[in-house]
C-alpha cells in the first residue's frame, strides 16, 4: 500500500513536468514564429519594389504581441505548478520511506576490537587490502596475517575462473581432497566434469576421453551415473549447445562453480558461509521498517526507545537469516538457554522453565496450559532439547 503510494505521487509528477515541459516548448515555438514574422517584415523594408516599413513600428508591434504569447507570468505559473507538486511527493517519501533512520539506533556497548576484526575481514572478502592496512594502522589493530592471505588464495581462483582456468581450483582442491571427502563435497567430481566439457568442446573428444580415462574413472564408483552422462555427450561434440546435454555447456556453469569453492574454502577454513557484516546489514535493512513503525508508536504513548531492554513485538525475518533453533517462550518473551530450557507440557505447547515454575508456585500446585487450559503439573513436563 506504501508503495503504492509512491509510486501514484511520482506518477502525478512526471504528468505535471510532463505538461510543463509541452507548454513551455509551445511558448517558444511561437515566439521564435512572431520573431521570424518580424524579421522577415524588417527584411521587406530593403527591397525597393516593397513598401517601405517603419521598422519601429514592426518592433513595437513584436513586443506586444511576445508580451502575450510568452509572459513572465505564465512561464512562472507552470513552473510552481511543477515545485508544488515536487513538494508534495516529498512528503510522502518522508511519510512512507522514513529518510531520518537514526531515531531507530540505540546505544549499545560492544566489542570494538571484534567489531574491527569483523570490518577488516568484510574488507579482505572484497579484495580491498588497502583499505584494510590504512584500517590496521588506524585503529591500532594487529595485521591479521592468516586471512589476507586466506582472502589473496580465493581471489586469485576467481579471477582464473574468469578466464576459465581451472588450474588453481585444482590445486586447492587437491591440496584438500580428503577434508573434501569427510565434509561430503563433491567438488571434485564438478571440477573434473568441468574440464571435461572445456576439453571436449575446445580440443575434441580424443582429449576429453583420455582427461577422463585419467581423472573421471578413479571416481566410477561413487559417479556412474554422471560420467555416464558426460561419455554419451561425446557424440554431440561439435553442437553440445544443441543437444539433449546442453545443460552441460551453459556458462552460468563456470559462475555457480565458483560459488560452490567459495562456500567449501570458507568452510573449510572456519569462515562463516556468508559475510557477518552483509548479513548484519541486510538484516537491519528487512527489520528497519518494523522498527521505525515501533518507534513511532512508542513516541506517541510518550515510551522511552532508549530505555527499551528487549524489544515488545517479535522482528521476523527471512529464513536466510536463520541459522540454528531458537526457542522464544511465549509467555515471558525470553530465550530459551541452559538455565531457563524449553519445556514441552503433556498437551504439546512449549514454554520455558521459569514459565512453568511461575504458572506452578515452583512445582507446588498444578497448572493449565495457557493457550488450551489443559491442566498438567511441573513434573509431567519434559526437557525439550532442538
Keep these: 500500500m506504501e508503495l503504492t503510494a509512491v509510486q ?12 510543463s515541459s509541452s507548454k513551455s516548448q509551445d511558448i517558444i515555438v511561437q515566439v521564435a514564429y512572431e520573431i521570424e514574422q518580424a524579421l522577415s517584415r524588417i527584411r521587406s523594408s530593403s527591397d525597393s519594389t516593397v513598401a517601405d516599413v517603419d521598422q519601429g513600428t514592426v518592433l513595437a508591434e513584436l513586443k506586444a504581441k511576445l508580451h502575450v504569447v510568452g509572459s513572465q507570468a505564465c512561464l512562472e505559473g507552470s513552473q510552481q505548478e511543477v515545485n ?29 576490537h571484534l567489531m574491527n576484526q569483523i570490518i577488516i575481514r568484510h574488507f579482505y572478502s572484497e579484495d580491498l587490502s588497502g583499505i584494510v592496512d590504512c584500517l590496521v594502522k588506524e585503529a591500532g589493530e594487529p595485521e591479521a596475517t592468516s586471512p589476507r592471505l586466506q582472502c589473496q588464495e580465493i581471489h586469485h581462483i576467481l579471477e582464473a575462473l574468469k578466464s576459465r582456468d581451472l588450474g588453481p581450483a585444482s590445486k586447492w582442491i587437491s591440496a584438500n581432497r580428503e577434508r573434501l571427502r569427510e565434509s561430503g563435497s563433491d567438488l571434485e567430481l564438478k571440477l573434473h566434469k568441468m574440464q571435461f566439457v572445456d ?22 564408483s561413487r559417479h556412474m551415473n554422471v560420467i ?18 546442453a545443460d552441460l555447456a551453459d556458462p552460468s556453469n563456470w559462475r555457480s562453480f565458483g560459488e560452490e569453492v567459495v562456500l567449501a574454502f570458507r568452510r573449510l577454513s572456519g569462515q562463516s558461509a556468508r559475510d557477518p557484516l552483509s548479513m548484519a546489514l541486510a538484516a537491519g535493512m528487512e527489520g528497519l521498517p518494523t522498527l521505525l513503525k515501533l518507534v513511532d508508536v512508542m513516541a506517541a504513548n510518550k515510551q522511552e526507545w532508549e530505555a527499551m531492554k528487549q524489544l515488545p513485538v517479535p522482528l521476523e525475518l527471512g529464513r536466510e537469516f536463520h541459522f ?23 498437551c504439546g505447547h512449549v ?3 521459569q514459565s512453568i515454575d511461575k504458572l506452578s508456585k515452583a512445582g507446588t500446585r498444578d497448572f493449565k496450559c495457557p493457550y488450551c487450559h489443559h491442566r498438567a503439573s511441573s513434573s509431567q513436563c519434559k526437557h525439550l532439547c532442538f
Design 351 to 353: 514454554l520455558c522453565q
Design 8 to 19: 501514484d505521487s511520482f506518477e502525478r509528477v512526471a504528468k505535471r513536468r510532463k505538461l
Design 84 to 112: 508544488a507538486t515536487l513538494s508534495r511527493h516529498q512528503k510522502v517519501l518522508e511519510k512512507v520511506l522514513h529518510p531520518d533512520i537514526s531515531k531507530a539506533c540505540v546505544d549499545v556497548d560492544f566489542d570494538r
Design 199 to 220: 576439453l571436449l568442446q575446445g580440443k575434441g573428444g580424443a582429449d576429453a576421453l583420455k582427461y577422463a580415462r585419467t581423472y573421471l574413472a578413479p571416481l566410477a
Design 228 to 245: 555416464q552422462r558426460l561419455i554419451c555427450s561425446m557424440l554431440w561434440a561439435e553442437r553440445l549447445d544443441r543437444s539433449p546435454y
Design 324 to 346: 540454528h533453533s531458537t526457542f522464544v517462550c511465549p509467555v515471558s518473551r525470553d530465550q530459551g538457554s541452559e538455565e531457563n530450557p524449553p519445556m514441552l507440557l503433556p
